[in-house]
């Protein structure tokens, strides 16, 4: 599909993930799904007709707490995963600590069934929780269309105050210090 211009926003609305665990804001017309039965997290897409088009963002709980110092590990695990992906070209990479709080992120580009599709993701590491977000584009050309949105979404990602003092190794009770 050839696009001219840029999408616009018809409405802005606010995700508040039920267990208060993170929120952003997205654009009121997209379509809400759910994650897969055996993740848990929220999709939204900006087309009824596209389910490749979309952005995600899924939360699981880890066994262990996460430290700024596990970045190296935590960078090896996402790149891992990410080399399993068919053909695989990642175009940017960057990784940063805020406290004790992980973030890696990666933009990149795949095959499926010879469709070359281009993803932006987060990987947030917060105390115990595992947070992945994903801006997709079900092509390049429509992730190129769509990107303002997506950056939008990103933009606006937010993590409670008590995820930020969960991570801080002062105001963690003793029993779950390192």
Known sequence: MTRTGLPYFTGISTYNDPQRRFKFRYPSDWVKDELGERLDGVNFRPEQHDLETYFAVAISKLGVSVEAADLPELRRGFDDGLASMPTLSVEESKDDTYGNIVKVERKFTFNTTDIVRKRWTWGVYADVWEIVAAFQGSTVEEYDYWLPMGNYCFNTFELPE?????????????ELRR
């Open 162 to 174: 008590y995820v930020w003092f969960a991570t801080d190794p002062e105001m963690r009770p003793p």
